[in-house]
C-alpha cells in the first residue's frame, strides 16, 4: 500500500494477520502512533512505515518481530527514546528510523542485532535528537557496511570499538557534540569511503592511521578543535576526491605527499594555523575544482605549478603571508570562476598579461602590493561580477575597456595610485551596484554618464582630485545608499536633485571640498538619511528649518563653512557639529544661544582686578590641598599595603550598581558557593553563567570568565566589549546589566535573571515548543526586530551585535524576548574602519563575512533573518536557506510556506497568519546574499509596528518564493 494518499492512523486489527511475512505502507500520510499489536506479527519479514507522519513512541513489542529483516520507520515525526527491545531483533539486516524527532540515548542493545548468520549491514539514526555517548557495543556489528548518526546531540567520544566494524564503507558522525581524540583504532576501517566527523569538537591531532584507508573517496573533519601537523600519510589516500578539514587549529606545513592525491577535485585547509609554503607538489592535482586554504600563516610564492590545476575552479588563498608575483602561468587555468588571494604581500607587475578566464565572476587581489597599470585585457572576462583591487600601488588609468564589462555589479579600485578622469565608458556597467574608486588621485570632472548606473547603491569617489561640479544626473542612481564625494576639489553648489534620491540611507558625504551656495530644502527629502557631512566648505546662508524633519539622522557635520542664522529644531542637530560657522547659533556644543547676549567689553582693567582677586585665593586653597591629600594618600597605601592578601578581595572594581554599592564581592561569592557547578545554568565560550540568590532578595544570573591555567582571563576583551555595549543600551528586550567585578583573579558580570533560558533550548523541546503559540513566537521576532534597531539606529554611536542567535535570545516567565550576549559587540566608530576578526555562531553568520571581516549593521539584519526562519520553523532552516536564494533549486521555486511552520503547532489562521507571512517575507529579505540589499534594522521593527497587510492567497497555496517578492 505504497505511494498512495493513505490518511488516519494505522488500526490495531492489524495484529490479526499474524501470517503477515511483508508490511509495506510508506509514502502515505498516515498519522497517529503504531499500534502495540504489531507486535503480534510474529513472521514479519519487511516492515516498511516511512515517509508518513506517524507520531509517538516505537512500541516496546516490537521485540516480538524476531524475524524481521528490515525496519524502515524514517522521515515520520516519532518521538520518545529507541527501546532497548530493540536488541531483540537479532535477524535484521537493515534498520532505518533517521527523519524523526526521537531523543534518549542510544541503547547499549543495539550490539546485539548480530548472529552467526546474519548482522546489521544498515544503521540510520540521523536527523533526530539523540544525545549521550555512542554505546561502545556499536563494535559488536561486524558486517556493517553503513552507520548514519547525524545530526544528532551525541556527547561523549568516539569509541575505539568502532576499529571492529571493519566492513563499514560509510560512517556519519558529523553535526553532534562528540569530544576527545580521533580513535588510532580507525585506520582499521580499510573498507571505507566516506568518513564524516566534522561539526563536533573533537580534539588532538589526526591520526597517522588514516593513511591506511586507501578507499577513502570522501574525508570530511571540518569545524571541530584538532591540532596538531597533518599526517603526511594522508598522501596514501589516493581515492580521495574530497578533502575538508577546515575550522580547526591544525599547525604545521602543508604535506607534499597531498600532491600523491591525484583524484582530488576539493580541498579545504582554510581557517587554520597552518604555516610554511604551498608545496609545488600541488601541481599534480589535475582534478582540483576547488582549493581553499584561506586564513592561514602560509608564506612563500604561489607555486607556478598551480596552472597546471586546468580544471581549477575556486581558489581562495586569502589572508596569509604569501608574496612575491602572481604567476603567469594561472592564464592556463581557464575554468576559474573565482579567485580569492586578498590579505598577502604579492608584489608583481599588474600591467603583464594575466591571460583571459571567460568563466571568471569574482576576484580579489586587495591588500597586497601589487603595482603597474591595469591591463585593457581583463575586458575581455565577461562574466565578471566583482572586481576587487583596492589597497594595492597600481597607477596609470582606469581603462575605458573596463566598460565592456557589462555583468560587473562590484567595481573597488580604491586605495591605489590611480590618475586621470574617470572613464565615461563606465556608464555602460548598468549591473553596477558598488563602485568605489576612493583613496586614488583621479582628477577631472565626475561623468555625467554616471547617472546612468540606476542600480548603483554605494558611491565611493572620497580622497581624490576630482574638481567640477557635483553630475545633476546623479538623480537617476534613484537606488543609492551611500554617497561619499569628500576631499576633493569640487565646486559649484550642491545641486538639489540630490534630495530625489529617496533611497539615500546611509551616508551623504561632501566634506572637504569648495562647494558653494546655499543648503537645498530639497535635502529634507532624504528622509532616511542617517548621516550628513557637508563640513569643511564655502556653503553660505542659513540652514533650512525643513531639515528637521530629517528623523534618521544620527550624525550631522556642517563645520567649517560660512553659514549663519539658527540651528534647526532637532535632536540630530542638536548634538551635531558646526564648528568654524561664526554666524551660526543654537544649543549645539560650541555654539552660543540664538538669545544670548553680547558681552560687555567695557572697563578691561577693573574687571582684571577683580579676576586676580578672586583667583589668587583659589590657588593658595587649592594647593594647600593637594599638600594634605597628598600626605594622606601616602601613609593610606602603606597602610593597605600591610593588609597584604588576607584583604585583597576586597580591592574589587564594582560599577553600575543599582543598589548604590550594597552588594559586595562576598555576596556573590556566597551566593554561588564560590562558583559550584551546582548553581551553573549555562556555559558559552568565554565563560559560565550560574544562578544567584542574593541578600537583597533579588536573583541574577552571574557570568564568570573562563580562566587560563596561569589564572589569567581567557578574554579580557571579550569583558570590556560586553561592559561598554550594556552600559551603551537601554531597551526592555536586551538583557540588563545590574554591575560587574573587574580583577585580576576573578573577572564577573551581573544581570537580570531571565527566568525561562534560551529560545534554542525551548524550541530543542516538544514541551517547550508547543507552549511557544503563533503570537509568542511573531513576539519574538518582534522584540529582537525592535531590540536591533534600537542599537543600530538610536545608539550613538551605532552598536553591532554580531553574534544573534537562538542561543543568545532569552525568554522571560512572559515569554518576552531580551537580546544577550554582547561579549563580540562592536561599537562603530565613524572615524574607524570597523574591520575585526571573525565571530559569531556558525549558521547565523553572514556569507560576505567569508571574504570580508567588515563589520556592518548588515551582519546582524542576517543573523536576524535566520533566527525569525528558525522560531517559524522550529528548526534551523539549514540548507533551506542556500535552496531558496538558488534561482535554479527546484526546492525553493516550488516550497510551500506550510511545508517549513513549525509542524508541532495547528497552522496559523486569520490575523496571525498575516502576522507569520509577514514575519516569513521579512526574513527571506534579511537573508538576501548581497549585504546592501538587506532591509535596515529600523525599517524591519517600523514594519512590525505598524498595520499587518493581509496576504490575498489561500494559506495552504501560498510558495516561499511569492513571499520573497513581497515588497518590505
Not at 601537523?229 to 580547526?248: R, S, V, Y
Not at 578672586?614 to 593610606?636: D, E, K, R
Not at 570580508?852 to 543573523?863: G, L, P
Request: with cysteine; glycine share 8%.
Amino acid at each position: 500500500m505504497s505511494d498512495n494518499i493513505l490518511t488516519g492512523s494505522i488500526p490495531s486489527t492489524i495484529g490479526n494477520l499474524t501470517n503477515l511475512v511483508t508490511l509495506y505502507l510508506h509514502i502515505n500520510n498516515l498519522s497517529g502512533p503504531i499500534p502495540e499489536e504489531i507486535g503480534y506479527l510474529k513472521n514479519m519479514a519487511d516492515l516498511g512505515m516511512s515517509d508518513n507522519i506517524l507520531t509517538g513512541s516505537i512500541p516496546s513489542t516490537i521485540r516480538n518481530l524476531t524475524n524481521l529483516v528490515t525496519l524502515n520507520l524514517y522521515n515520520n515525526k516519532l518521538s520518545g527514546s529507541i527501546p532497548k527491545e530493540i536488541g531483540y531483533l537479532k535477524h535484521i539486516v537493515e534498520l532505518d528510523m533517521s527523519d524523526n524527532i526521537l531523543t534518549g540515548s542510544i541503547p547499549s542493545t543495539i550490539g546485539n542485532l548480530t548472529n552467526h548468520l546474519t548482522n546489521l549491514v544498515t544503521l540510520n539514526l540521523y536527523n533526530n535528537k539523540l544525545s549521550g555517548p555512542i554505546p561502545k557495543e556499536i563494535g559488536n556489528l561486524k558486517n556493517m557496511v553503513e552507520l548514519g548518526m547525524y545530526p544528532n546531540i551525541l556527547t561523549g567520544s568516539i569509541p575505539s570499538a568502532i576499529g571492529n566494524v571493519t566492513n563499514l564503507v560509510t560512517l556519519y558522525l558529523n553535526n553532534n557534540n562528540l569530544s576527545g581524540p580521533i580513535p588510532e583504532e580507525i585506520g582499521y576501517l580499510k573498507n571505507m569511503a566516506d568518513l564524516e566527523m566534522s561539526d563536533n569538537i573533537l580534539t588532538g591531532s589526526i591520526p597517522s592511521a588514516i593513511g591506511n584507508l586507501t578507499n577513502l573517496v570522501t574525508l570530511y573533519l571540518h569545524s571541530n578543535k584538532l591540532s596538531g601537523p597533518i599526517p603526511k600519510e594522508i598522501g596514501n589516500l589516493k581515492n580521495m576526491a574530497d578533502l575538508k578539514i577546515t575550522d580547526n587549529i591544525l599547525a604545521g606545513s602543508i604535506p607534499s605527499t597531498l600532491g600523491n592525491l591525484t583524484n582530488l577535485v576539493t580541498l579545504q585547509l582554510y581557517n587554520n594555523n597552518l604555516s610554511g609554503p604551498i608545496p609545488e607538489e600541488i601541481g599534480n592535482l589535475k582534478n582540483m575544482a576547488d582549493l581553499e586554504m584561506s586564513y592561514n600563516h602560509l608564506n612563500g610564492a604561489i607555486p607556478a605549478s598551480l596552472g597546471d590545476l586546468k580544471k581549477l575552479a575556486f581558489l581562495t588563498l586569502s589572508h596569509n603571508q604569501l608574496s612575491g608575483p602572481i604567476p603567469k602561468s594561472w592564464s592556463n587555468c581557464t575554468y576559474l570562476t573565482s579567485v580569492y588571494i586578498q590579505g598577502n604581500q604579492l608584489s608583481g607587475n599588474m600591467s603583464e598579461d594575466f591571460g583571459v578566464c571567460p568563466n571568471l565572476t569574482y576576484i580579489n587581489l586587495s591588500h597586497n602590493y601589487l603595482f603597474g597599470e591595469l591591463s585593457p585585457t581583463w575586458a575581455k572576462c565577461k562574466s565578471l561580477t566583482s572586481l576587487k583591487f583596492s589597497g594595492n600601488l597600481i597607477s596609470g588609468k582606469i581603462p575605458p575597456e573596463f566598460g565592456q564589462l557589462i555583468q560587473l555589479a562590484l567595481f573597488d579600485l580604491s586605495s591605489n595610485l590611480l590618475v586621470g578622469e574617470i572613464p565615461k565608458e563606465l556608464g555602460s556597467l548598468t549591473a553596477l551596484y558598488n563602485m568605489s574608486l576612493n583613496g586614488n588621485q583621479l582628477s577631472g570632472r565626475i561623468p555625467s554618464e554616471m547617472g546612468k548606473l540606476s542600480n548603483l547603491e554605494i558611491v565611493d569617489l572620497s580622497a581624490n582630485k576630482l574638481s567640477g561640479s557635483i553630475p545633476e544626473q546623479l538623480e537617476d542612481c534613484s537606488k543609492l545608499h551611500s554617497l561619499n564625494l569628500s576631499r576633493n576639489h569640487l565646486n559649484g553648489s550642491i545641486p538639489f536633485q540630490i534630495g530625489n534620491l529617496a533611497e539615500l540611507q546611509i551616508m551623504l558625504d561632501l566634506s572637504f571640498n569648495m562647494l558653494t551656495g546655499e543648503i537645498s530644502p530639497q535635502l529634507q527629502k532624504l528622509h532616511m538619511l542617517e548621516i550628513l557631512n557637508l563640513s569643511h566648505n564655502k556653503l553660505s546662508g542659513s540652514i533650512p528649518s525643513s531639515l528637521e524633519n530629517m528623523l534618521s539622522l544620527t550624525s550631522i557635520d556642517l563645520s567649517y563653512n560660512n553659514l549663519v542664522g539658527s540651528l534647526p529644531n532637532s535632536k540630530a542637530f542638536q548634538q551635531g557639529t558646526f564648528l568654524g560657522n561664526k554666524g551660526l547659533c543654537g544649543k549645539a556644543q560650541g555654539l552660543q544661544p540664538c538669545n544670548s547676549k553680547p558681552i560687555n567689553n567695557g572697563e578691561p582693567k577693573k574687571r582684571h582686578n577683580v579676576i586676580i582677586l578672586i583667583i589668587l585665593p583659589l590657588l593658595s586653597t587649592l594647593f594647600l590641598l593637594l599638600l594634605v591629600f597628598g600626605i594622606s594618600s601616602f601613609f593610606w597605601v602603606r597602610t593597605r599595603n600591610a593588609e597584604g592578601q588576607r584583604n585583597e578581595r576586597n580591592k574589587d572594581l564594582f560599577s553600575i550598581w543599582n543598589w548604590d554599592g550594597c552588594i559586595s564581592y562576598e555576596d556573590i561569592i556566597e551566593a554561588t558557593k564560590d562558583f559550584d557547578d551546582r548553581y551553573c545554568i549555562g556555559e558559552g565560550g568565554y565563560g559560565r553563567v550560574y544562578k544567584a540568590y542574593l541578600p537583597t532578595g533579588q536573583t541574577v544570573a552571574v557570568k564568570q570568565l573562563h580562566k587560563l591555567e596561569d589564572g589569567e582571563q581567557i578574554d579580557q576583551r571579550s569583558f570590556r566589549n560586553e561592559v561598554r555595549a550594556l552600559t551603551e543600551i537601554r531597551h526592555r528586550n536586551v538583557v540588563k546589566l545590574y554591575g560587574f567585578c573587574s580583577h585580576r583573579r576573578c573577572m564577573f558580570l551581573i544581570y537580570e535573571y531571565i527566568e525561562r533560558g534560551n529560545l534554542a533550548n525551548i524550541l530543542s523541546s516538544d514541551e517547550g515548543a508547543m507552549e511557544l503559540d503563533w503570537v509568542k513566537r511573531v513576539n519574538i521576532i518582534k522584540a529582537v526586530a525592535h531590540s536591533l534597531s534600537y542599537m543600530h539606529h538610536d545608539c550613538d554611536p551605532p552598536i553591532v551585535h554580531r553574534d544573534i542567535s537562538s542561543k543568545n535570545v532569552l525568554l522571560d516567565s512572559e515569554f518576552e524576548a531580551h537580546v544577550s550576549d554582547f561579549g563580540t559587540a562592536r561599537i562603530l566608530m565613524p572615524d574607524s574602519s570597523n574591520w575585526t576578526e571573525f565571530a559569531g555562531t556558525r549558521g547565523y553568520v553572514a556569507p560576505e563575512l567569508a571574504y570580508t571581516m567588515r563589520v556592518t549593521e548588515k551582519c546582524d539584519v542576517y543573523s536576524f533573518g535566520v533566527l525569525a526562519l528558525e522560531v517559524i520553523m522550529g528548526r534551523h532552516p539549514g540548507d533551506i536557506i542556500s535552496s531558496l536564494l538558488t534561482s535554479s533549486s527546484e526546492v525553493g521555486q516550488n516550497l510551500r510556506v506550510k511545508d517549513v511552520l513549525d509542524p508541532r503547532l495547528p497552522n496559523p489562521e486569520d490575523q496571525v497568519g498575516n502576522e507569520v507571512f509577514l514575519a516569513v517575507s521579512m526574513a527571506l529579505a534579511c537573508i538576501n546574499a548581497n549585504p546592501q540589499t538587506r532591509p535596515p534594522m529600523q525599517h524591519i521593527s517600523g514594519k512590525f509596528s505598524a498595520r499587518t497587510p493581509s496576504f490575498p492567497k489561500p494559506f495552504h497555496t501560498i510558495e516561499m518564493s511569492q513571499l520573497m517578492e513581497f515588497q518590505v
